[in-house]
């Protein structure tokens, strides 16, 4: 079996575990919805009137002792609110999580192998942009993981890094090769290196900023979402808390977004004789870039931090992923490196 | 110099310069906020931050023109200006764009003529120079710099001053810690300071100052993260430096596009160039003599069905005035530096050389034709003009393809490969007037052939397939062709922006601003120190004891704020920071050690 081909059944092996990693977190998710039903109704009640604040006003001691108290909130370690609480078995976390870490390794080796099939950096095509940007999501969720507990966020990593995986798989693929001589260069490393990076760290971003507006849109008594089936949401930590870690995640990916930008223009400037050209995909990098800083001013805007600034992340999270796939398959520029004829 | 009986004048109202709506300022998490420094309410807020209606106050049209300004320069414009510029930018990548792809945008008008003329009179053909796209980054610039400037000058003055006077109660403050020791208030109060400060003595950690409160305890303030909007102020002034250096560019730059055939040459000059152009202040006196010979193109490709390009190296020759003449590579991404310009090598083909001779045997025509690639595997196509015949002719024009590598001698069929492994040139016969000598410019790759007849035999157009070495007849005795050899030509494009540098130090020094203000905390931290009796818990007994009091404010949200205090306080104690209490933290609880 050549290098090529084992990387490819690798990916095929890490895009089953991280299905089964999936399967166990949502049963965890389900698990501390049940369990956490009665506490949880409590903690809303402390929580709701300070996180209608928004973002850095953080919870006074009663309501943040009280979040400490839930599950998703608290480390292995947190100190038990009142007797009621039954906690939770979470056998299925812990089974996502070694899951994960498994398929975090299958993809690690499956990106390997395909460097070393193509004699190159692996992320020269769309194909394999999209192996190391679902890699690097996951790497940041691991990460992340190993000085807080997130494994709340584990079932929409993995759920996200499925799809992207089987849609390289089906739609991306192209044989492992060397690259044109445009690309020959070691800002191929740098740049895109960067660029998916930023991607990844986006992705889980996003992810956290979704939870929270579902989980701040619960806490204010939305109709739908106070349907049984989104009681899972309760064990989640706060839409503050949410909202920081978002912003952390946010914050690392805007400063390597902006050195993607930055070390682009470089790049363009030896291989292409000009830094800026308006290229789609600059211009998407641009839009992308743009719509993060008003994501970070948003934040601190009185009246736009919170929900508002939130809907600014899945607003940049659409324009990443459009930069991503459409501006590569649809418009006809100078970053058409997809490796897909039409 | 000592810190205990230090007393510093203080501007206690450290009233720094906040735009309209700016929310970031140290937040304590209650209304009734601790005393000293400003607390819970920003500071430098506009009037009706109060919750009062607000009232219309009569204005001038110098208080419009005020209102305006800090309309201009408040947050939300900011933000809405942003979100514009985002949504503007989008135009440009999906209509084609004068900038980038002309043809695009003439096929886009032909094809829409009525929308396309609409589109074309609102800009949208070259977004990123119309006025409206515009208007909006200048508003925008403007608003930048009726935030950041007056922001800077409220930081210069924020950076000389000290860290605001210790709270009276610490009780509302989102971190506090607490801790007794035996060691003496002044060493506790030293050893807090030493930790404070860090390792750095030019660069201290935290600001701070000592003093004593009424009760006759001790007390440290100390602040930390001025590079917080030190880092803020960086980025936006390096933003507008950026803009500043990229216009200093577009007028001194200047572009030249020259092709140029296997041993054949150009001197840098405006004359010599096929296309040129520059900014409206670059002058021609500011050409560097150079001149340049192409000794050598080589290519390779991967031998699949799909010939991908792998490598295209130019070898050339560069002669400068009092210099001996050096040979150089130009690559794909590796331009080369000469006469201050770079100079890229930007596109590649064949350029058939051919002579043609007329009916009288006279050379009319000698030398290589350039011959525009149309696929992947350059079978390409072009046009010999053949002007200067024997008085009395007629004119000759050839079109037509050349073949790289020709798969039969099926002149109808595509190059299958784009190195010359079997070279032949399929042509086409015209006769007549090329329209050439009444000094109308002329596209060179297009035969104009309104005052031409095409050679016929039988009906059908006469098509000459040629191979190196070989001569064929032109049809009706006109004359005849010979496909002498096939050097390659490469397109060079020449770029001097004298801006660069400066475009790449504003970049860098953005990113360092952006890093800094987004990753360096802003921390306030008071400790107060006395000696009181204090019960042993061991032992039972009561006996005087230094008790430790501290609390920690931050600007915004900040995990690390409780973890601070914490350490400060150990260290203060002499003890290590890791068996110091925890609070409940206002973000994600840290996970427990295993």
């Known amino acids: 079996m050549s290098y090529a081909e084992l990387s490819t059944h690798l990916v095929w092996a890490a895009l089953t575990v991280l299905t089964i990693s999936m399967i166990a977190f949502l049963v965890d998710l389900t698990r501390l919805g049940e369990s956490r039903r009665e506490l949880a109704s409590v903690a809303r009640l402390g929580t709701r009137r300070k996180e209608l604040v928004g973002v850095g006003a953080a919870s006074d001691d009663v309501a943040s002792s009280l979040a400490a108290a839930t599950p998703g909130a608290s480390g292995a370690g947190g100190p038990a609110a009142g007797a009621d609480e039954r906690p939770a078995n979470r056998r299925a976390a812990g089974i996502g999580m070694s899951t994960a870490t498994l398929g975090w390794l299958l993809l690690l080796a499956a ?42 966020l584990g079932a929409f990593v993995t759920f996200l890094d499925v799809i992207f995986l089987a849609l390289a798989q089906e739609v991306f693929f192209v044989q492992a090769d060397g690259v044109q001589p445009a690309l020959q260069s070691y800002w191929l490393v740098i740049h895109v290196g960067v660029a998916i990076s930023a991607a990844g760290i986006l992705t889980v971003a996003f992810l956290t900023s979704v939870l929270q507006l579902l989980r701040d849109s619960r806490d204010n008594g939305s109709a739908v979402l106070n349907h049984r089936a989104f009681r899972w949401l309760d064990a989640l930590p706060t839409p503050g808390q949410l909202e920081t870690l978002s912003f952390r995640l946010n914050a690392v990916g805007f400063v390597l977004w902006t050195f993607t930008l930055i070390a682009g223009s470089i790049w363009a400037e030896h291989a292409w004789g000009r830094y800026w050209g308006w290229d789609p995909k600059e211009v998407w990098t641009f839009i992308v870039w743009v719509v993060y800083a008003g994501y970070l001013h948003a934040r601190t805007t009185r009246g736009w931090s919170g929900r508002r600034a939130a809907y600014f992340v899945i607003v940049g999270y659409a324009c990443v992923l459009f930069n991503f796939t459409g501006v590569n398959l649809i418009f006809d520029g100078k970053h058409s490196y997809s490796g897909l004829t039409s | 110099m000592t810190e205990t009986d230090k007393t510093v ?17 140290f937040v304590a998490h209650d209304d009734d906020a601790p005393a000293g420094g400003d607390g819970g309410k920003g500071s430098g807020r506009s009037a009706g931050a109060d919750g009062a209606p ?35 930018a989008v135009p440009g990548s999906i209509l084609p764009q004068q900038s980038i792809d002309p043809s695009a945008v003439t096929q886009y008008l032909q094809d829409n003529p009525t929308a396309g003329k609409i589109l074309d009179k609102l800009g949208f053909f070259d977004v990123f120079s119309s006025v409206w796209f515009s208007a909006i980054y200048i508003l925008l610039f403007v608003s930048l710099v009726g935030c950041i400037v007056p922001r800077a000058l409220a930081h210069t003055k924020a950076l000389r001053q000290r860290p605001p006077k210790t709270p009276v109660r610490f009780t509302r403050f989102p971190a506090k810690a607490h ?40 007390t440290v303030a100390a602040e930390r993260g001025y590079l917080r909007e030190t880092g803020n102020i960086l980025f936006h002034l390096c933003l507008l430096g950026l803009l500043v250096a990229v216009g200093t560019g577009q007028v001194l730059h200047y572009r030249a596009q020259v092709i140029v055939t296997e041993g054949h040459g150009f001197a840098n000059s405006v004359v010599d160039y096929d296309t040129f152009e520059s900014g409206a202040f670059w002058r021609a006196s500011s050409l560097d003599p150079f001149s340049m010979t192409l000794d050598k193109f080589t290519s390779e490709f991967t031998t699949t069905a799909t010939a991908e390009p792998r490598n295209f190296t130019a070898f050339v020759t560069v002669r400068q005035p009092g210099a001996p003449a050096k040979a150089e590579k130009i690559r794909v991404n590796h331009p080369l530096d000469v006469g201050g310009a770079k100079v890229y090598l930007q ?11 007329d009916a009288k045997g006279e050379v009319a025509y000698s030398g290589p034709v350039v011959f525009i690639p149309q696929d992947t595997n350059y079978t390409s196509q072009g046009v010999v003009k053949v002007p200067d015949v024997s008085a009395g002719l007629d004119q000759i024009g050839l079109v037509g393809f050349l073949l790289p590598t020709a798969a039969s001698d099926d002149p109808t069929q595509a190059s299958i490969y784009p190195q010359p492994l079997n070279p032949m040139l399929v042509l086409n016969v015209w006769h007549g007037n090329l329209g050439l000598d009444d000094g109308t410019p002329q596209n060179v790759y297009r035969l104009d052939t309104s005052d031409m007849t095409e050679s016929t035999k039988d009906g059908k157009p006469v098509t000459l397939t040629i191979q190196p070495g070989k001569t064929v007849k032109l049809p009706d005795g006109m004359g005849t062709v010979t496909f002498n050899s ?24 953005a990113l360092l601003g952006l890093a800094l203000s987004l990753f360096t905390p802003r921390r306030r931290v008071w400790l107060r120190v006395w000696t009181e009796d204090v019960r042993d818990d061991e032992s039972g007994e009561t006996r005087p004891r230094t008790v430790i009091d501290a609390a920690g404010l931050a600007r915004g949200d ?28 206002p973000t994600l609880p840290r996970k427990a050690p295993r």
């Open chain 2, 54 to 88: 607000p009232v219309m106050p009569r204005l001038g049209w110098r208080g419009t023109l005020r209102w305006m300004w800090r309309q201009l320069t408040s947050m939300r414009v900011a933000l809405m200006l942003l979100m514009l510029l985002a949504v503007a």
């Open chain 2, 347 to 357: 596109g590649n083909g064949y350029a058939p050389d051919i002579t043609v001779k």
């Open chain 2, 179 to 218: 801790a007794t020791t035996d060691t003496e208030p002044d060493a506790v109060v030293a050893a807090a300071v030493r930790h404070l400060r860090g390792p750095v003595r030019w660069l201290p950690t935290f600001r701070v100052e000592t003093g004593t409160d009424a009760q006759g305890r001790r």
């Open chain 1, 111 to 152: 990106i390997v192998t395909r460097g070393i099939a193509a004699g190159r950096t692996p992320w020269a095509n769309m194909y394999e942009f999209t192996l190391v940007g679902s890699f690097v999501a996951l790497t940041v969720f691991l990460l992340v993981s190993r000085f807080r507990d997130i494994r709340w």
């Open chain 2, 558 to 585: 900040d995990s690390g704020l409780q973890r601070e205090v914490d350490g400060a306080v150990a260290s203060a104690a002499g003890r290590a920071p890791d068996d110091a209490p925890t609070t409940a933290s």
């Open chain 2, 9 to 25: 004048e203080r501007d206690e109202t450290r009233r720094g310069y906040r735009p309209e709506g700016i929310d970031d300022a």
């Open chain 2, 486 to 509: 096939l050097p390659r030509y490469v397109a060079l494009d020449l770029r001097y922006d004298p801006a660069l540098t400066w475009i790449l130090v504003f970049a860098l020094g």
